[in-house]
Nanobody
Framework: QVQLVESGGGLVQAGGSLRLSCTASGRTFSNFYMGWFRQAPGKEREFVGNIRWSGGSTYYADSVKGRLTITRDNAKNTVYLQMNSLKPEDTAVYYC?????????????WGQGTEVTVSS
């Protein structure tokens, strides 16, 4: 049974930082892309970025480039989303995802989501 378990969400002031974690289990993800989507209140879920588990190449949405960084720890089967210079518009539920194709509109596996609130 595949599981993606996120942690690290919370309340932070604008300009602050937060790091989300996603630990994967239940299968081998060496040929997958793992990443993050987010869904703000009243909006559709949107792609944030992903990392190729093999090789570590990354891709980010334009709205987060330079502020959000995705890294991975192979030994811990964990992907991280480091969020800096946070803005109120970053407020959303953040979902970890894993997909063999690295798609940016859907994904094969999802976590349960972790909430991030950025106050102004």
């Amino acid at each position: 049974q595949v599981q993606l378990v996120e942690s690290g969400g919370g309340l932070v002031q604008a300009g602050g930082s937060l790091r989300l974690s996603c630990t994967a289990s239940g299968r081998t993800f060496s040929n997958f892309y793992m990443g993050w989507f987010r869904q703000a209140p009243g909006k559709e879920r949107e792609f944030v970025g992903n990392i190729r588990w093999s090789g570590g190449s990354t891709y980010y949405a334009d709205s987060v480039k330079g502020r959000l960084t995705i890294t991975r720890d192979n030994a811990k089967n964990t992907v991280y989303l480091q969020m800096n210079s946070l803005k109120p518009e970053d407020t959303a539920v953040y979902y970890c995802e894993a997909d063999r194709l690295g798609r940016r509109k859907e994904s094969e596996y999802w976590g349960q989501g972790t909430e991030v609130t950025v106050s102004s």
